[in-house]
């Protein structure tokens, strides 16, 4: 794979920085790691990337093994890009950093985020041991962007998309859901603004395996 660095290094490390080290590429695949995308879908998120850099990053990522493009059938009949599953390994990284980073010493103010980052901050901010022996589907509903959350033996899996079936749904705007994930905030301050079906139970524990440091 050509890229427009390397650094020339046989140790490992290198290599995969060859690979996902280029600025915006990290990014990518942040924003693939809950299902395939449009490069239009790609283009809002990542909305500081010029069209010329996003290109390119997700022409070196697909020569270098980290996603694919494939067309969907009926009725959408849309290219995507997804990752393969060797560049699903690295939603381990991806936590992790968002661990580290947030015990940066130097604070930012809060800005808004996307599902997408939402989504990976509470895999960031989970602490597995909270969630004990819950077995449970949950459907989260971030202002029509849909997706599913599975807890099963102190784990929790997301993928975009809705479930066949849920124990809990919970529909809100991002603002709401960053309260809840990082901030903390108890579910019956939003009021209105969140909407809570099913097994409330079931997701408070969910949220209460959450840290908010």
């Known amino acids: 794979m050509t890229t427009a660095r390397t650094y020339g290094d046989s140790c490992a490390v290198a290599r995969a920085l060859d690979l996902v080290g280029e600025r915006w590429a990290l990014m990518i695949v942040r924003d693939l790691l809950f ?29 270098g093994g980290v996603i694919r493009r494939r067309k969907l ?48 901050a509470l895999k960031s901010h989970l602490e597995p041991a909270r969630l004990g022996d819950l077995d449970a589907t949950f459907l989260v509903d971030v202002d029509g962007d849909v997706f599913t959350l599975r807890t099963s033996g102190g784990e929790l899996a997301i993928r975009r998309g809705e479930p066949e ?37 079931a997701l408070q524990r969910l949220l209460d395996a959450l840290s908010a440091d």
Do not use: C
Not at 98 to 119: H, Y
Not at 185 to 197: D, H, N
């Open 35 to 63: 299902g395939p995308k449009r490069y239009s879908d790609l283009q809002a998120g990542l909305a500081n990337a010029s069209p010329t850099v996003l290109s390119q990053r997700l022409r070196d990522l697909e020569e």
């Open 73 to 120: 059938g009926p009725p959408a009949r849309a290219w995507v890009y997804e990752l393969t599953e060797w560049g699903r390994d690295l939603e381990p990284l991806l936590v992790h950093l968002g661990r580290w980073g947030r015990r940066s010493p130097e604070k930012e103010p809060a800005k808004p985020l996307g599902t997408d980052s939402l989504m990976l």
């Open 165 to 201: 079936r849920w124990d809990a749904a919970l529909r809100a705007g991002p603002a709401v859901l960053m309260g809840l994930v990082i901030d903390g905030t108890p579910p019956g301050e939003f009021g209105e603004r969140l909407e809570i079906s099913g097994d409330r139970r």
